[in-house]
């Protein structure tokens, strides 16, 4: 069992920045892949960015350049940060810890970001 809590977003000007934070109450957090997605009104859910224990990332080509993802393992926290936001980059942007040996997922609630034009 185990949860996650985001933290960050809001109203954010086009072109500016956004900084979310996702702290994970879960065991053995050196074994999941974090990541981060996104679901805007109306679409389905979608992938920005993820990081590895061992650092990998693998990004979604609409956040290439613009996303920074980093964690730290003692801390058992992940971090986006996103530059040079878009109207479109508004949505509700998930935590998600995924381990794949043995299958285990977690989501977190939630934070939603608005980038006004």
């Known amino acids: 069992q185990g949860y996650l809590v985001e933290s960050g977003g809001g109203l954010v000007q086009s072109g500016g920045s956004l900084t979310l934070s996702c702290t994970a109450y879960i065991d053995n957090f050196y074994a999941f892949e974090m990541g981060w997605y996104r679901q805007a009104p109306g679409k389905e859910r979608e992938f920005v960015q993820s990081i590895k224990s061992d650092f990998t990332t693998r990004t979604a080509e609409s956040a290439l350049g613009r996303a920074t993802i980093s964690r730290d393992n003692d801390k058992r926290t992940v971090t986006l940060v996103m530059k040079n936001l878009k109207p479109d980059d508004s949505a509700v942007y998930y935590c998600?810890?995924?381990?794949?040996?043995?299958?285990?997922?977690?989501w977190g609630r939630g934070t939603l970001v608005t980038v006004s034009a």
């Open positions: 998600d810890a995924q381990q794949y040996t043995p299958p285990r997922q977690f």
